[in-house]
C-alpha cells in the first residue's frame, strides 16, 4: 500500500493551493482520513480529519481556510487551503487510518511567504 502526496508548492500568503493524496494497493472507503502537517523543529500536527461517512474536522486554527474532501472511486483525499499564512508553512502528511491499521504518504512540502 502506498499513499502518493502531491500538490505543495511556494505560494504568498493569502494565497491557495490543493494537496492531494493517491491511494494505491487499497481503496480509501473504510479509512478514516487525515492531513498532518509538520513545521520545522516542531511536532507533527493533526490538521484535517474525514470518516468513512464523510464527517469533517479540523484543527481551529485552520477552520473556515481549509476543506478536506475524498473522492471513493478514485480513492483520493484532498485538502483545499485557502487564505494561507506563513504559519501554514509546513510539510503536510496524508494518512489513512482504520482500525489498527494506518498507513502515511512521503509529505508535500508548503511554503508560504509573507
Known amino acids: 500500500v502506498q499513499l502518493q502526496a502531491s500538490g505543495g508548492g511556494l505560494v504568498q500568503a493569502g494565497g491557495s493551493l490543493r494537496l492531494s493524496c493517491a491511494a494505491s494497493?487499497?481503496?480509501?472507503?473504510?479509512?478514516?482520513l487525515n492531513w498532518y502537517r509538520q513545521a520545522p523543529e516542531s511536532r507533527r500536527e493533526w490538521v484535517a480529519s474525514?470518516?468513512?461517512?464523510?464527517?469533517?474536522k479540523y484543527v481551529d486554527s485552520v477552520k473556515g481556510r481549509f476543506a478536506i474532501s475524498k473522492d471513493n472511486v478514485k480513492d483520493t483525499v484532498s485538502l483545499q487551503m485557502n487564505s494561507l499564512k506563513p504559519e501554514d508553512t509546513a510539510v503536510y502528511y496524508c494518512?489513512?487510518?482504520?482500525?489498527?491499521?494506518?498507513?502515511w504518504g512521503q509529505g508535500t512540502e508548503v511554503t508560504v511567504s509573507s
Open positions: 474525514i470518516s468513512s461517512g464523510g464527517r469533517t
Open positions: 494518512h489513512a487510518k482504520w482500525g489498527t491499521i494506518e498507513y
Open positions: 494497493g487499497t481503496t480509501f472507503s473504510k479509512y478514516t
